[in-house]
């Protein structure tokens, strides 16, 4: 009796399930899934084609079938559950359940290739959604907020908001620093390499607390400094006011005192070097010195030097008369309008007026050389006797 061969039945999304032969007492034989490839409905009843393109053909109310040119076809039965083959189908034999090894080895070839596309589909996938194809292990919500506290937790050593200052120390004590119970050593020694100068230290700042006690250390200090330049100032001005008012005061004492000292002991010299030659020769430039000055003497108390000046101051007195009326002509209304003195009368007057103007002058010469060299021979002479010394008031004979 003929068998009937079933029809894949279509899934929930659209897989198929097994295909079976119903036997003449409703008995089936499963098939591998393989072999059948026929098409399943999907959800919406659309059909998902295989490799094979396996074309379904449905019977009429009695069982005539239509004929598939290379494909394996599907008759539901007629009226009794009789199926009719088709010639091809029947001459196909040969394989492990029955199929064609030509349909067996289509179906090999097609699986290999579907596995090789889902295996590039599934590298492709996880390149592009995936980061790592190693499952990665994620901390728990606790985890993560008790590190991030370490990490800003300035008396935790995983604090990562920490570096390294400086402070300035005797450059003979830098080697008895060391690091302390907070710091790690060889964080320690590559700041203490990295130093600006010899006598810096390096001194570990943690968290905004370390900052905030540094900023505080530093004002402090500049106030301590502020308030010696302070006292320092007001020292400066007390000097300042103690000189102007004592040291000032003493030297301009200190100074008229030796000017008048000076004096008194040029004095004091004088007469003692009178005292000292008395009784001795005088020296050859003594004597010339003595001679000039007997002679200036003289010259002085000669009666032809008083009317030579007596006859100057008379020619003197001329001129000015003869000038004031010089005067007196030219500002007279009419002299303006003539033609005034001649050229020659000009010219005389200025050489009889440049003539005068040299003997003044010569005599004043000799009045002002005079007058020296009788100085110098009072000097000599009658020394002024020194007001405090009442010993020393009675003049030298020469």
Excluded at 4 to 12: C, E, F, H, I
Excluded at 27 to 56: D, E, K
Excluded at 326 to 352: D, M, R, T, Y
Excluded at 373 to 390: L, M, Q, S, T, Y
């Amino acid at each position: 009796m003929g068998q009937q061969q079933a029809k894949p039945a279509g899934g929930l999304f659209g897989q198929s399930t097994t295909t079976t032969t119903g036997g003449l007492f409703g008995q089936s034989q499963q098939q591998p899934q393989q072999q059948q490839q026929a098409q399943a409905s999907g959800l919406f009843g659309q059909p998902q084609q295989s490799q094979q393109q396996q074309q379904q053909q449905a019977g009429g109310l009695f069982g005539q079938p239509q004929q598939s040119q290379q494909q394996q076809q599907q008759q539901p039965g007629g009226l009794f559950g009789q199926s009719q083959q088709p010639q091809q189908q029947q001459q196909q034999t040969g394989g492990l359940f029955g199929q064609p090894q030509q349909q067996q080895l289509t179906l090999q070839q097609q699986q290999a290739q579907q596995a090789q596309l889902q295996h590039q589909q599934s590298v492709l996938n996880a390149s592009l959604w995936q980061p790592s194809s190693q499952p990665t292990y994620r901390k728990s919500v606790p985890d993560q907020m008790a590190a991030i506290k370490q990490k800003w937790d300035p008396s935790n050593p995983n604090c990562v908001f920490k570096t390294y200052l400086y402070n300035k120390v005797a450059e003979h004590t830098v080697p008895h620093y060391t690091p302390g119970p907070n710091d790690d050593p060889k964080e320690w020694e590559e700041a203490l390499q990295k130093k600006p100068a010899p006598n810096y230290i390096p001194v570990l700042c943690a968290g905004f607390p370390s900052i905030i006690a540094r900023l505080i250390l530093q004002r402090t200090t500049i106030k301590q400094f502020n308030v010696v330049l302070h006292n320092i100032n007001a020292e400066l001005d007390r000097i300042l006011s103690t000189h102007d008012l004592e040291h000032s005061v003493r030297a301009l004492n200190a100074r008229r005192r030796h000017a008048e000292l000076s004096k008194r002991c040029l004095a004091l010299a004088s007469r003692v070097q009178v005292l000292r030659n008395r009784g001795y020769a005088l020296s050859g430039d003594e004597d010339a010195l003595k001679e000039k000055l007997q002679k200036i003497d003289k010259g002085l108390q000669d009666p032809a030097l008083s009317a030579r000046m007596e006859e100057l101051w008379s020619r003197l007195i001329i001129l000015r008369g003869y000038a004031e009326k010089l005067k007196g002509e030219i500002n007279k209304p009419g002299f303006a309008e003539s033609e005034g003195l001649g050229e020659e009368v000009e010219a005389k007057a200025k050489k009889i007026l440049e003539d005068y103007d040299k003997q003044l002058q010569h005599l004043k010469r000799q009045v002002e050389e005079t007058k020296k060299d009788f100085d110098e021979w009072e000097k000599i002479h009658n020394p002024k006797p020194a007001p405090a010394e009442g010993g020393m008031s009675r003049q030298p004979k020469v």
